[in-house]
């Protein structure tokens, strides 16, 4: 069975960085599209970025604004999402996601959620 789990968030303040960590497992993933979304506080879940687990595309969301990066270490079965210059409104709970398809485009649906880690930035 496949699972995600989410790492790395935390309570930071604005302008800090951080690089959320997805380790996945229970496949070999190939063939995958894995990706982030994020949940603002009463706010309906937002796509963030996604990437092809054999580095074929990436895809990113307009907010995303060139502060986000998403990545694979393949060999270590981990998706990263690195967050630069957070903002308050970047708040939110960010879930790892997986979809087994590959995709060129941004993915309509996805299969697999990890449980989410907490982003908290303060002015």
């Known amino acids: 069975q496949v699972h995600l789990v989410e790492s790395g968030g935390g309570l930071v303040q604005a302008g800090d960085s951080l690089r959320l960590s997805c380790a996945a497992s229970g496949d070999t993933f190939w063939g995958f599209t894995l990706g982030w979304f994020r949940q603002a506080p009463g706010k309906e879940r937002e796509f963030v970025s996604q990437?092809?687990?054999?580095?074929?595309?990436?895809y990113g969301a307009d907010f995303a604004d060139g502060r986000f990066s998403i990545s694979i270490n393949s060999g270590k079965n981990a998706v990263y999402l690195q967050i630069d210059a957070l903002k308050p409104e970047d708040t939110a709970i960010y879930y790892c996601?997986?979809?087994?398809?590959?995709?060129?485009?941004?993915?309509?649906?996805?299969?697999?959620w990890g449980q989410g880690t907490q982003v908290t930035v303060s002015s």
């Open positions: 990437i092809s687990w054999n580095h074929d595309s990436i």
């Open positions: 996601v997986a979809e087994p398809r590959t995709a060129t485009e941004r993915l309509p649906s996805w299969k697999f």
